[in-house]
């Protein structure tokens, strides 16, 4: 059976070390990859690139090919697939085939999660969300993110453990969204996160990030979970 490969990659210090990560990208990452970084403010487009860079490489180790011949091939539902897009549902391909992996990518308070699965069937799909609980305090979230029945949920949560519980929820609706493909383009507020097959939260001891970061998984299909944790190791 495919195993669920959960990686976590540490924030990456900017102090004197971009430069020799801009060259890095430079070698190994596409122009389409290389051209979003640009366009991003410096210090997104330094986070971007380390969470390409540590993704390609993990999606290399993990297929047994050179990370420099991996060509992105990501899939928006706007935009579709192919070589020149580079946004949406992640995924390569090597000599013009697509890659047998599965692959999600979430980013939060400067840590990134990878997860993957190798071996992937065709139509296996996943989708992973780290979140912030300090991110998920400002008004309106509820009425924004939660169906009402979630909010009616949260009524029963002590009053300081409120961002946990909305952070957990978050994380598990981006994930189920990033599994099916749509993100945000559906509603949040209209996802119940409870009991769905395949969602599950990731604790701190399976992805090697803060105890405090919420985190969750979606997969499409039956998947035995391995999570090896640690900052970049397996
Ligand atoms: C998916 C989404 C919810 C993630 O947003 P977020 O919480 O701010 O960011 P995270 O760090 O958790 O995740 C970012 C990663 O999600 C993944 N992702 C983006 N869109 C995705 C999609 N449609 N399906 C699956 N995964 C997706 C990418 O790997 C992205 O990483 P990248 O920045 O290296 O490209 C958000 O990007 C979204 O709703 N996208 C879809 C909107 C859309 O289709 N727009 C049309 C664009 S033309």
Known sequence: ??????????PFLLSGKDSGMQEEAEGLLDSVELARAKALPPAAGIAFL???????????ELLSLPAADLTVAYSCPQCGTGPGVGHGRPGYSYR?????????????????LLVAVVDASPGTRLGADIEDPSRTGFDGFDGLALTPAERRNLRNVRVELLPAARARLWARKEAWLKMTGDGLRTAPSTVDVSGRPGLRDLG?????????LA????????????????????
């Open 96 to 112: 013009g085939a697509p890659v047998p992996l599965a692959l999600s990518l979430s980013r939060a308070a400067g840590w990134t």
């Open 204 to 212: 701190p001891a399976e992805t090697g990030l803060p105890a405090h």
């Open 50 to 60: 380390a969470g390409r860079l540590a993704q390609r490489r993990l999606a290399a």
């Open 1 to 10: 059976m495919a195993q669920c490969e959960v990686r976590a990659i540490p």
């Open 215 to 234: 985190a969750a998984v979606a997969l499409s299909g039956p998947v035995q979970a391995s999570g090896s944790g640690g900052s970049g190791s397996s």
